[in-house]
């Protein structure tokens, strides 16, 4: 069965970094583009990532395009983001995901979320 566990969620100041990882399991990690997707407080499921199984292709929203970056160790089976230049626009719930397809934003999996606060 599907698991997607993600941690490195904290409280950070505005302009500050953060890196969030996914641990996978249950499933042939290497062979699946993941995605990172947030909620915020009182909105909908927001896309930010999407990286192809190998690690060579990204995809990003306007919303974090320059600021975030999506990476992957296979050998480790974990999903990374950097997070750098955050804003408290991007207080969230982060949630990364396993995705159908690289080039869609249809998700088949999902972990619990990891809380990223950004306030000074």
């Known amino acids: 069965q599907v698991q997607l566990v993600e941690s490195g969620g904290a409280l950070v100041q505005p302009g500050g970094s953060l890196r969030l990882s996914c641990a996978a399991s249950?499933?042939?990690?290497?062979?699946?583009?993941m995605s990172w997707v947030r909620q915020a407080p009182g909105k909908g499921l927001e896309w930010l990532s999407t990286?192809?199984?190998?690690?060579?292709?990204?995809r990003y929203a306007n919303s974090v395009k320059g600021r975030f970056t999506i990476s992957r160790d296979n050998a480790k089976n974990t999903l990374y983001l950097q997070m750098n230049s955050l804003k408290p626009d991007d207080t969230a719930v982060y949630y990364c995901?396993?995705?159908?397809?690289?080039?869609?934003?249809?998700?088949?999996?999902r972990g619990q979320g990891t809380l990223v606060t950004v306030s000074s």
């Open positions: 249950g499933f042939t990690f290497s062979s699946n583009a």
């Open positions: 995901a396993k995705s159908v397809s690289f080039n869609g934003n249809t998700l088949d999996a």
């Open positions: 990286i192809n199984s190998g690690g060579g292709g990204t």
